[in-house]
């Protein structure tokens, strides 16, 4: 029995009192009980309270409008009503150097996370098939009882190291207790998964420049960026710090507007806002890189030596890169000889100057090279560490290179496995087996909000607080340029019977049989973060590696007769990789480029479609050698001939009543083709054939109607 | 002297990022429709990002343009209604009055920007979502017309916060949803009628147009046009 | 008083009010259903919002306000024609001045209703009116919505006045035939009408001002009904042609239901005595008029705007000419001009028959064309961003046949109640079979008279 101390007592006769009300009224199932407030707050006054939001990894304080109100929640495993306060609105933080007061679509809708109608309010216990979704409420008490003892039986029989924990990637002191949780444990590592992961990115940066990290981009000072394939205006690295940084570039600086050049083989949102597009063939990112190199170095604009390390890395530098000539890199690209030149001249004389390379650009096979070259380039113009370019976020836990992969832990058979709000089931490729791999774990906790399909196969839900419920922290890897860190409290105190990941970690600890050693040595997460942070880790930079890189060519799955298109997938503005899909304001979102909402869609080239029949709304398949998929053509002019492209974060088969069944998941169809040094996923490299299905079923929902401002006499747009 | 609140729209700055739609959403209390009266054509964003395309693969170029209420001076949605739920405040904003509108729509029809959104059924938060409203904006019932308010609810927040420290309001301190979630800074909301004003300096901005301005609304958004860029000398 | 039982006329015309066949029950048991249905539908419609009409962002106006203008159009058959026809004192018009002027009043009802059903918040249509309020608030008098209310209920009280004046020496023809019940109520009707001559003088004096005051209101009602579209700055609706091209459009359609009214009475009520062919030939050339008329109004607008070449213009000129509203503009065009034409043209083809397919071409391309001038228009407002569609939903389509079957049943109702052909002016023309060759002249005469 819990001792009764005041508060309980206070709500308990406010229970016993209202029940006794209403008892006379005749209809028990109508009952209301209301809790005695647990906060003092003045009605009708905001308050704001910082919090960080975590819908990407960007990290971008926020600050919470709280305002009272009455809410149903649970308090004791009783439901009820009592008046608390309750976030209403997200802003960027203005102290936050990050989000600078800014925020993201996303940021702005993080809200409806925690007052999502199908989020988890009660741990759950699975009682029907796996993948059923059948699920019982139970206690906290049986749910931490029942983990506690498949934990007891592994480390009791010496089988710790089948103790597995995956989670997203995640950075600071939540992190760190759970690494330092599963060490005690003896258990290994925590794995990280996010399909747009950057390992490449960081890695390539490691290799260039000793960090490995995401660049922070001095874009305010920069007069001339060319962009590689990177979404860094949408949905790739910081966005919300990138495009502050881009409304000074365009018109902040006076007297001079700076010039934005995208390579890219689709228009990206980001593309779109640039002053020109250069269309090239998928995966050659990197040679238009060294041909701009190529160009800067013969005709002198400026010293090879500016490279140092990182242009060393690349093949041939030293030499000019004699494979990269103009002519050469017209003929591997598309991108006209006399245009790169020109573009190189001008990239080289309107300094400070920057490339970026990210996102789509990196999923080849070949990725870290496309980034070497990108790195070269800039290192070779002087905007590495420099006003206007690129430059590392003096964080104090920059991001470490993950020990294992989700392939290394799936491959060593866990017996448990400690989930955490990652969905490897939705964003792996079918022909990754990663499904059938979970199935084969004995026993799966989930520590999720909301079902999603790997937490489905969960057999046990420990559901978190909503991030405004938790203590939450940040210290962003990149988009400000000096360290920043945030803990911030819970915004707002918790709606339903759901509890602090961290805090049930703890509990579990110290209901072990076999104590941990050494103990951990928190009472609670808060706790944790109250006490001073351990002492700083080593200084980042690592030694570079030393030996050049070739050149590769991209690799691509499927024979081009058999497979004559690229099946370009790119993060969704709204729903990013997938994990947003549940959240009903950006479902509704139109896309930026499409005005799609509620959709996928695949989007043709008009002669593509033309030759194919293939009219818009007109639903087709996209096969890939490893599956296809089905979803409604959009005719899009910002798309070469040679390839297709789909949004990701539709195509859900379990995650809400907002995502589950709606649309079209490209990611299950693509080649389970890796970047060999960092195996990740190469999510650009899958060919694919197009075929049309029938005329339109109506599953394109478009907000626009006209797609030109002056449509053509057919109404046509 | 009155305020004269106003807007100005960078083109050159706006990237499409949407921040602002959402935003309006969560502020305004702006219903989710639903994928099927979606496909209705139901949705209702109060700000939009329009996007045009131009010329063809490989040359094809995409522009985005957000566009909200214009608040007209000469709004043709305010003399068509014959209720006054739509009419000119006395510091230029054109006020939708819900409890006013009967819903003939006629106004929706009259604004050439199509920026008005009317409710065909009742919205709905299916719960506990309505606990995410915002308790100042009023919501809106089954037949009535909304629209941008310029985010009124904050106006007459600060104005009641500057008079209650006596002070005048602060330029840029003040701002809608829309304008304060913007990263990029496209967004500029202020007085036009505080020549020191941000908005009113900008709105002077040779770039600047006034979107379908032949009509003669005299809109109060400024439209900054996206600038070419020129190779500059090299000394 | 020589209105006893042996007047052949009186016997005629009166008939229907004392003789009922089971077709009738039928009928208005089937009609009744189908009006029934509709005002379910439009509970429907109120219970869960005007969302399940088929309207939208854009298009925020469809089937109901094309309707409205629909039926206002019909509504100038009758009392306009009616007037003219008194004014020039055209003796074939004696048989159908009432048959019109029925047709204006029940349209203009059935119309006036569509705005309501089309509000958001139908319960609060009463706020169209000047009433004193506690607030203060008064109509808003710069709305063409306010001045509709006015010019509506303007007409539909002139129409009423104008139907019902000379229906009293019929009430009362009816009244002396009758006992009981519907005695006391035609009674009533009949307003203690004698017959004295100053009775008479008053009802000629009164049906004089009448006449010539329901024209400028009947042309009012439709133009200040196209300003509700021309007073928009949307595409092809800010037109300077709208007030005439409406009326033009508006009696043209009248002109098409009343000799589809007086077809089916003719049929119907066995008024072949008094239905003459030759009144369907004069009103098939005032038909024919009015055709070429609209010809020449959509000749018109279509050639300005071509011409004037304004984009936004230009996209609601092709989305009707060639694009996905180009089937229904050329079903209108061979409905309004292409069918009717050599119909109407040719003597031969001048015929009762002839010219009720005429009609009913002309009410189905009437009504096309004020579904493409409400909808195209809103579907390609100026930013293209914004181009929307429609597509009527069940419930607009059951209020549309339900005002088809509630126009019919009132019509057939009426018919029951009030001698349909007004008996004392047969009587005062003296001539029970009007002659049909010798009138004629005389008849396009008057017509000519009446050229402005």
Known sequence: MTPMDRRRFLKVTAITGTSAALASCGHPENQIIRFVPEEELTPGIAVWKPSVCPLCSAGCGVIARVMDGDAEVFRNGQPGVTRMGLARKLEGDPAHAVSQGRLCVRGQAALQVTYHPDRLTTPLKRTGERGSGAFQEVSWDEAIGELVSRIDALVGGGQAGAIAFLGRPRRGRRQALVAEFLRALGAPAPVSFALFDDGVARHANELSFGRYQLPTLDLARARYVMGFGADFLGTWNSPVAQNVAYGRMRQGQPGVRAKFVQVEPRVSQTGASADEWVAIRPGTEGIVALGLAHVIMREGLRPAAAAGRAGGLVDGWASGLPAFTPQEVEQRTGVKAARLERLAREFAAHGPSVAVIGGAALAHANGVVQALAVNALNALVGSVDAPGGIAFTPTEAPPARPARSLRDLLGASPQLLLLDDANPVFATPAAARVAEALRSIPFIASFGCFVDETSALADLILPDHSFLESWTESSPESGAMEAVSVTAPPAMRPLYATRAMPDVLLEVSRRLSRPLDPPLPWQTFEELLQAPPAAAPAAPTRPASAAPVGWADAQFDGDAATYPFHLLPYASQALLDGSLAHLPWLQELPDPMTTAMWSSWVEINPHTAGQLGIAQGDMVEVSSAHGAVRAPAVISPGIGPDAVAMPVGQGHETFTRYASGRGANPIRVLAPVEEPATGTLAWSATRVKLAKVSGPDGSLVLFAGATRERPDHHGRG | MAHRWGMVVDLDRCTGCEACVTACHAENNIPTVGAAEAARGRAMHWIRVERYWEGEFPEARLTFRPVLCQQCDNAPCEAVCPTYASHQTDEGLNAQVYNRCIGTRYCANACMYNVRFFNFFHPQWEKPLQLQLNPDVSLRESGVMEKCTFCVQRIRAAKLEARAEARELVDGALQPACAQACPAGALVFGDLNDPESRVARLSESPRGTRLLEEYGAEPKITYLQRQGWHEPDIQ | ?452
């Open chain 3, 1 to 452: 008083m020589n209105r006893t039982s042996n007047n052949p006329l009186a016997d005629d015309l009166v008939r229907p009010l004392f003789h009922t066949s089971v077709w009738f029950y039928g009928s208005v048991t089937v009609l009744a259903s189908i009006v029934l249905c509709g005002a379910a539908a439009w509970g429907y419609q109120l219970w869960y919002g005007i969302g399940v009409a088929g309207i939208n962002w854009p298009v925020f106006w469809g089937f109901y306000l094309t309707n409205f203008v629909f039926w206002i159009g019909i509504s100038h058959a009758g009392t306009l024609i009616s007037a003219i026809l008194r004014l020039v004192n055209a003796r074939w018009r004696r048989p159908v001045t009432r048959c019109a002027e029925v047709i204006t009043v029940f349209a203009l009802m059935i119309g006036a209703m569509f705005p309501v059903i089309h509000l958001g918040r139908p319960w609060l249509a009463f706020w169209l009116a000047p009433y004193p309020s506690a607030r203060e608030i008064w109509p808003n008098f710069r709305s063409p919505l306010a001045w509709d209310f006015f010019a509506i209920n303007t007409y539909l009280t002139g129409s009423l006045l104008f139907l019902l004046l000379p229906m009293i020496p019929d009430f009362a023809l009816v009244r002396d035939r009758s006992t009981g019940l519907r005695k006391r109520i035609y009674g009533l009707l009949a307003l203690g009408w004698q017959g004295t001559t100053k009775q008479w003088h008053r009802l000629e004096a009164g049906m004089q001002i009448m006449a010539i005051a329901i024209i400028p209101v009947a042309v009012s009602v439709h133009t200040i009904v196209s300003f509700d579209f021309s007073m928009a700055t949307v595409p092809m609706w800010h037109s300077t042609i709208f007030g005439p091209y409406f009326v033009a459009g508006a009696i043209f359609s009248g002109i098409a239901a009343l000799i589809i009214a007086m077809a089916a009475l003719r049929r119907l009520l066995h008024l072949e005595a008094y239905l003459h062919p030759v009144h369907f030939e004069n009103l098939g050339k005032l038909l024919l008029l009015m055709s070429l008329l609209w010809g020449y109004f959509v000749f018109a607008e279509r050639l300005t705007v071509w011409y004037g070449n304004e984009h936004s213009e230009m996209a609601v000129f092709w989305a009707t000419q060639r694009g996905e509203y180009a089937p229904l503009y050329w079903t209108m065009v061979i409905c309004n001009f292409v069918i009717p034409l050599p119909i109407l043209a040719l003597r031969q083809l001048r015929t009762v028959a002839g010219t009720v397919v005429a009609s009913f071409a002309v009410l189905i391309g009437m009504w096309l064309e004020r579904f493409l001038i409400v909808v195209p228009s809103l579907a390609r407002k100026p930013l293209s961003y914004t181009w929307g569609e429609y597509t009527p939903q069940p419930v607009e389509i059951i209020l549309m046949v339900a005002t088809f079957a509630a126009m019919i049943l009132l019509y057939m109702l009426f018919s029951k109640f009030v001698p349909i052909i007004s008996i004392w002016e047969m009587k005062v023309g003296n001539q029970p079979h009007p002659p049909v060759v010798t009138e004629t002249e005389d008849e396009l005469a008057g017509l000519w008279k009446a050229r402005p």
